[in-house]
């Protein structure tokens, strides 16, 4: 059964420090996520982002530190239970990758056939989440036809496929043009409403204006509470 | 080249390698038939030379006695006009049979199944039935033929065995690249947190069914190719004949060769996907 641990936080890192073979690209990490909670990590190029993207997925472990996702220590998780929780996450890579022979539906439907569904019982869930992305026409097109922008919502919909308790976005925005950008924000948006926790990793934060969200910016490995004003030289002076 | 294209070319392949690897298993049982015909023409007969019989009804009653052996198939007192036709055979000049003193031999044919000490069995046969007789058959001549024919049944059995492990490297191998080709969907499949045990569960099992049907398509065909062979070459035998009198042996190219073809599939397949999963989850 998928729980929320009782504080209501799906994710909580206390001083985390990660890294990949070399130095800790993340450090001293404070982060904190609730269920239908949205999170807006900005920061600029290479400040550790995907990093933070890459820990919530349960594919970068901690070094130091306290890190729980759904309540779960993910430093000491056992392989069988990591790939447990895994499924509860959805992620939007910043590239998103499909299988370019296949349909958009055929696409948006691999994490329920891994799920082991049978076609029947998922076709209709997955033309309702095309539509929720404003795909429903292209159910049948090669996703190799695909515009950026388009492979983009098809991403959404296939992370959101598999109702995850914790949606993962790594840069939503990247490609593409103001309003596509803005309606892909808004589209994350509107996942917490149904009680999941979103992360949206950004360095176009102004897009997140007018969105309910908890901001944090990052910088050279360092994350930190945004209140608001967006101005972080003096945070990490 | 598109996925669906690919596919069709490792379907082929396989169903190929199937074929070759069938046709070498039931090439390998054909062998075993011939060695086995062979070496019972060359051993499967003998010569008994009944001692203390002088009568030609005592000749009658060893030949009876004889016959009902249980290695013996037929049994024919080697008459003097039988005995006069053979030795004109053999010495070319004419031998007429009232030159010939009685023989008191008894020319014996062992049945097919016959074990290749027939001869030694018989001889203690008859002297538990107290029939005094020697039974002579040429030693070293039926140690070759039962040598050659093993040695023959051998090497039909390691050329088979051979060719079936080529035909699984191909096999492995086919299905391992039509994997490789498959990197967008394993790392998609990682994108989605599938653990590589969990991609390469569900690339193998692809492949596995693929390795399957091409098995059926190759074996099937090989199975075929043999129906055809020994009906042109016994036309008097019916579809059913051959059938109900395949040993069970026989089947086993034909049923265990889709069966390995799965599992080779599955096999390189996973290992490929194993490490495309672990290309595709590296994270720096």
């Known amino acids: ?237 | 080249m598109t996925e669906n294209a690919r596919a069709r070319w490792v379907f082929w392949a396989i169903a190929a390698a199937c074929f070759a690897a069938a046709a070498a298993g039931l090439l390998a049982r054909a062998a075993h038939y011939m060695a086995d015909r062979w070496a019972h023409e060359a051993t499967g007969v003998a010569i008994v030379r009944v001692l203390a019989s002088d009568s030609p009804e005592q000749l009658a009653q060893a030949e009876l006695v004889i016959a009902a052996a249980p290695p013996v198939a037929r049994a024919d007192i080697v008459t003097a006009e039988r005995a006069a036709a053979l030795l004109e055979d053999w010495g070319g000049g004419e031998v007429r049979a009232a030159d010939l003193p009685p023989l008191r031999l008894v020319e014996v044919e062992f049945d097919v199944d016959a074990p290749p000490d027939s001869p030694q069995r018989l001889e203690a046969y008859l002297a538990r039935r107290g029939l005094a007789a020697e039974v002579i058959a040429p030693a070293d001549v039926t140690t070759l033929a039962t040598r050659s024919a093993q040695t023959m049944r051998r090497a039909a059995l390691a050329g088979a065995a051979f060719l079936a492990l080529m035909m699984a490297a191909i096999i492995v191998l086919s299905a391992r690249a039509l994997a490789l080709r498959q990197t967008q969907l394993i790392t998609a499949l990682a994108d989605l947190g599938a653990t590589g045990a969990g991609a390469a569960r569900n690339v193998g099992d692809e492949a596995a069914s693929l390795g399957l049907w091409a098995g059926i398509a190759g074996a099937g065909a090989a199975a075929l190719a043999a129906f055809g062979g020994i009906y042109v070459t016994q036309p008097s035998a019916g579809v059913l004949d051959i059938v109900l009198g395949a040993h069970w042996l026989d089947w086993i190219p034909i049923i265990a060769t889709p069966l390995a073809a799965a599992a080779l599939a599955a096999l390189g397949a996973r290992s490929a996907a194993s490490a495309l999963h672990a290309r595709a989850a590296r994270l720096a």
């Open chain 1, 1 to 237: 059964m998928n729980t929320v641990p009782r504080d209501g936080l799906i994710v909580r890192f206390e001083g985390v420090w990660a890294g990949y073979d070399g130095p800790d690209v993340l450090e001293d990490m404070e982060f904190e996520l609730a269920a239908g909670e949205l999170a807006i990590v900005s920061g600029p190029t290479a400040a550790g982002k995907t990093s933070l993207i890459h820990m919530l997925r349960l594919a970068l472990p901690p070094r130091a530190g306290h890190a729980t996702v759904f309540g779960e220590d993910i430093g000491r998780l056992p392989e069988v239970r990591r790939a447990k929780l895994k499924r509860r996450i959805g992620y939007i890579a910043e590239e998103p990758v499909f299988v370019e022979d296949w349909t958009t539906f055929e696409n948006v439907a691999l994490p329920l056939k891994m799920a082991n569904r049978r076609p029947g019982d998922y076709a209709d869930d997955v033309r309702d989440l095309l539509a929720f992305v404003g795909m429903a026409e292209a159910e049948e097109e090669l996703t190799r036809r695909l515009s950026f922008a388009e492979r983009r919502r098809i991403a959404i919909a296939r992370a959101l496929a598999g109702k995850p308790d914790l949606l993962l976005a790594d840069e939503p925005a990247a490609g593409q043009s103001p309003e596509g950008a803005l309606r892909t924000f808004r589209l994350l948006a509107e996942i917490c409403r149904v009680g999941a926790g979103v992360v949206i990793a950004t360095q176009s934060e102004h897009l997140a204006e007018g969105l309910d969200a908890t901001h944090w910016h990052i910088h050279r490995g360092r994350i930190a509470r945004d209140d608001g004003a967006y101005e972080h030289a003096e945070t990490y002076s």
